[in-house]
């Protein structure tokens, strides 16, 4: 089992930044490529971005490359995705969510994630 607990959502400006952070506890974090997701009102949750198990391979989205950089500290359980030049579409619920060992990590499929954390909320004002 994984937990995993997301932070650092919040109202903020279009054009402005924020951090999210998800710290995870329970087996060995450093087993799992990690993922984040959003999901907004009315929509289905989609893929945002993931990072492999050592943290040296990345993959996102179209719609926040460039913008968005996730990162992982296997010393401190947490993986963060930097959010910069956010727009009012990046308003969503974010999750961030463990890989099931063995699924390919690059896909961006929910299905292929088994621990997901409860969300943190961002909002992106005009």
């Known amino acids: 089992q994984v937990q995993l607990v997301e932070s650092g959502g919040g109202l903020v400006q279009a054009g402005g930044s924020l951090r999210l952070s998800c710290a995870a506890s329970?087996?060995?974090?450093?087993?799992?490529?990690m993922g984040w997701f959003r999901q907004a009102p009315g929509k289905e949750r989609e893929f945002v971005a993931a990072?492999?198990?050592?943290?040296?391979?990345?993959v996102y989205a179209d719609s926040v490359k460039g913008r968005f950089t996730i990162s992982r500290d296997n010393a401190k359980n947490t993986v963060y995705l930097q959010m910069n030049s956010l727009k009012r579409e990046d308003t969503a619920v974010y999750y961030c969510?463990?890989?099931?060992?063995?699924?390919?990590w690059g896909r961006g499929r929910p299905d292929d994630y088994d621990y997901w954390g409860q969300g943190t909320q961002v909002t992106v004002s005009s």
């Open positions: 329970g087996r060995a974090f450093s087993m799992y490529a």
């Open positions: 990072i492999n198990w050592s943290g040296d391979m990345t």
């Open positions: 969510a463990a890989l099931r060992p063995g699924a390919a």
